[in-house]
């Protein structure tokens, strides 16, 4: 197999080299704003207690909301909503949720608001932020999940099936995660 060199710059990967779970990271500011915001560089990094962490940008009304509050909503996004995510940078604050659609319900641990339209949701407690190149990566423990019923009525692979998730490969482009494979 001859290998020839390929950009270092994630933004000349085509084909992507590290697809990321698309999710939007609801949040709330002091005064209970709310906001709704796209991410795909989302990774666990802990077992116990469960940490998840996703890099995002340091001045985005995201991660001020989470400084100012401690705590932040992870919505799975499916294919379905792919248009109004990839869409909905358009506008933001309150005018990004309206226009998008988004349906906002209240979260059971957390004081920020979940996604209702997803199928899936974590409630995360921030534990540490890190900057990092141009990167401020937020690291948050899952402190409540909840799941769409109907996915958990089905058996066994039907499940990815109905939970439908999606990954960023590219700008304007992702991936559905619906074909399972057991090795
Ligand atoms: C599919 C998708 C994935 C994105 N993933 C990220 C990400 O992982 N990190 C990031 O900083 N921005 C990401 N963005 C861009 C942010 O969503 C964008 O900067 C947004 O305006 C931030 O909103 P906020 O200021 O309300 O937090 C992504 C955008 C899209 C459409």
């Known amino acids: 197999m001859k290998k020839i060199d390929y950009p270092i710059d994630k933004n000349g990967w085509h084909p992507s080299l590290i697809p990321g779970p698309i999710v939007l990271i609801s949040t709330q500011d002091s005064a209970k704003e709310p906001n709704v915001a796209p991410k795909s560089w989302l990774q666990m990094v802990s077992f116990d207690p469960p940490i ?3 890099s995002g940008t340091r ?7 989470i400084l100012e509050t401690g705590c932040f909503g992870v919505n799975f996004v499916d294919s379905s909503m792919a248009p109004a995510v990839y869409g909905c940078l358009e506008w933001f604050g309150r005018e990004r949720i309206e226009r998008s659609g988004f349906v906002l319900g209240d979260a059971r641990e957390i004081d ?4 209702e339209d997803c199928r899936a949701h974590l409630e995360c407690q ?4 890190v900057e990092i190149g141009s990167g401020f990566v937020v690291f948050g423990e899952i402190v409540a999940a909840s799941i769409w019923e109907e996915v958990l009525r089905v058996a066994g692979d039907r499940r990815y099936e109905l939970l439908d998730q999606i ?11 619906n074909q399972i494979v057991r090795v």
């Open 52 to 54: 998840l962490m996703f």
């Open 112 to 115: 920020a608001p979940l996604v």
């Open 59 to 65: 001045r985005n009304t995201t991660e001020q909301n």
């Open 126 to 129: 921030l534990r540490q932020t």
């Open 167 to 177: 990954v960023f490969l590219e700008n304007g482009a992702y991936a559905p995660v």
